[in-house]
């Protein structure tokens, strides 16, 4: 403990070693509401041997937007090294950019392909359903569904086509995060020492190489070919709309000189942060709707009134995703619960004084305490605890709007700068799946996330679709 700083108070804990390491994994929800109330709005824990502090809804703002004194990239790096399974990535300071340059900037020109994309998707993995058809695990059926119109964006119409390129798109995430899933355990017997063993296993054996080999192979081949065509048409070829496109024109890129791996591990950073958060949201969803039947017919109702701007092949412009209110609202309200109750760790870079005064050293790893924000009345509006599907039309807040009463795409300058394209896509499906299918729960009982430590999974349950009459 350094002496110097006034540090937020550590909970009292009972084992050594431990600390409060297997109270907060069985029971995070009770507990750190108790330490809130007994230690107030900072406070600290031991959680696999090493101290963590908890910052609660007054002062975790502060987290988000000062980015000078707190970073989500090297508390993200400790728990999955990122940077060994993406070793070409060193040069990529500038993805942000580059994503809200070459996607996000052209998500209306991207509305057709993602439609198309999604309802190809869903008719293949869902199908008409007119016999009532169940599915459990929808996490991993979403998983598939969301890679298609991601793949058509990043990788192009014509790479997109192949089952190996799609596989890659739905497993990268899954097999480069599998080192993940291993308990910090050995961080009880030296501070990080997991993360060091992670990197040596991950630098021996990386589940994820195959997949960038599968991309290599096929950016090889389909950068020849766009080449070649560019060469032999000049104006007249017809410039493929995509981001892979997009690279190829960069000024840096030296069509001698091509280094496929780094496109490769370009094309994987992306996969990695969109794929899994998308699917994951959208399973999110779509259990709460099919939980709650009570809902369905009015939000029926509107996208019945939303099908009407749609042209003869049922294909929606851009504008309608802003008609789509009702869902809109439904889907804030669902990510809103399901988020985690601790989450976006932080670590600190610089010795940082909070506004009430306390103090945490650098190299610190701070928690938000999100349930804090989620469960606060003043925040949230009246019952926050209650799902309310429509709570969300009153304040006119969209499922991508962030603020401090919605933690789900982090804040401040590193905020998601991909949640209009996820949430697009979720709306885009919802959208198809409403008008298409009657949902219930195989159970007929409403399907809450699991619970894992302090986080929150969609559930596993099965959902019965059958084909509207
Ligand atoms: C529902 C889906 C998604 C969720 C929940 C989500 C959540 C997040 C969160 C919490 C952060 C960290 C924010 C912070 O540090 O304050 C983040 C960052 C980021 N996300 Fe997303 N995201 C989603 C979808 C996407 C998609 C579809 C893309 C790209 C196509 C994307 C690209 C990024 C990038 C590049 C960053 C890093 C931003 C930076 O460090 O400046 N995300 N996302």
Same mark, same amino acid.
Request: aromatic letters at 12%; proline letters at 5%.
């Given at each position: ?12 804990? /009972? ?21 809130? #109330? ?164 991950? /630098? ?25 065509? #560019? ?6 070829? /017809? ?38 958060? =998308? ?46 209110? /009702? ?25 940082? =004084? ?30 926050? #605890? ?26 401040? #300058? ?56």
């Amino acid at each position: 403990r350094d002496p110097k700083l006034n540090m937020p108070p550590l909970v009292r804990y /009972k084992f050594p070693i431990i600390g409060h390491t297997y109270i907060y994994l069985t029971n995070s929800e009770e507990f750190l509401k108790q330490c809130k #109330k007994e230690y107030g709005e900072i406070f600290s824990l031991y959680l696999w041997g090493e101290v963590k502090t908890i910052v609660g809804k007054e002062h975790l703002q502060e987290v988000l937007k000062r980015d000078d004194s707190f970073d989500a990239g090297i508390a993200f790096e400790r728990l999955l090294p990122l940077s060994v399974i993406l070793k070409h990535l060193a040069k990529f300071q500038n993805s942000t950019k580059v994503l809200k340059e070459y996607v996000m900037n052209k998500l209306k020109t991207y509305t057709e392909r993602m439609q198309k994309n999604l309802n190809f998707a869903t008719q293949k993995y869902i199908g008409d359903c007119d016999e009532p058809k169940i599915i459990s695990n929808v996490y991993d059926t979403m998983t598939k569904i969301i890679c298609y119109p991601i793949a058509d964006i990043f990788v192009g119409k014509e790479l997109s086509q192949y089952e190996e390129i799609i596989n890659t798109f739905s497993d990268f995430t899954i097999d480069a995060a599998k080192i993940s899933i291993i308990p910090p355990v050995l961080d009880f017997i030296y501070p990080r020492l997991q993360y060091y063993i992670n990197c040596i296993i991950l /630098k021996i054996y990386n589940p994820a190489v195959k997949h960038q080999r599968i991309l290599i192979k096929h950016l090889k081949n389909q950068i020849y070919k766009r080449l070649q065509e #560019k060469e032999k048409y000049g104006d007249s070829w /017809k410039r493929p709309a995509d981001f892979l496109q997009d690279l190829l024109e960069e000024e840096s890129f030296d069509p001698n000189n091509i280094n496929y791996a780094e496109i490769a591990d370009k094309i994987c950073l992306f996969i990695f942060v969109s794929i899994h958060t =998308t699917s994951n949201s959208c399973t999110h969803v779509i259990m709460d709707l099919t939980s709650r039947p009570e809902y369905i017919q009015e939000l029926y109702e509107e996208q019945l009134e939303v099908r009407k701007e749609a042209d003869e092949n049922g294909i929606l412009p851009f504008e309608a995703l802003n008609k789509m209110k /009702k869902l809109d609202s439904f889907i804030r309200e669902s990510l809103r619960l399901s988020e985690s109750i601790s989450t976006l760790p932080h670590v600190v870079t610089k010795d940082y =004084t909070f506004a009430n005064g306390l103090q945490v050293p650098k190299d610190r790893a701070v928690h938000l305490y999100t349930d804090d924000v989620y469960l606060d009345e003043s925040l949230q509006g009246p019952n926050p #605890k209650s799902f309310e599907p429509f709570r969300h039309l009153e304040t006119n807040a969209s499922a991508t709007k962030i603020g401090k009463n919605f933690l789900l795409f982090g804040g401040g #300058k590193h905020a998601c700068p991909g949640r209009q394209l996820a949430i697009n896509e979720v709306k885009f499906f919802l959208h198809n799946v409403i008008l298409k299918y009657n949902l219930r729960t195989e159970s007929g009982k409403i399907e809450g996330p699991k619970m894992i430590g302090p986080r929150k999974f969609p559930s596993e349950a099965g959902i019965v679709f059958e084909k509207r009459k």
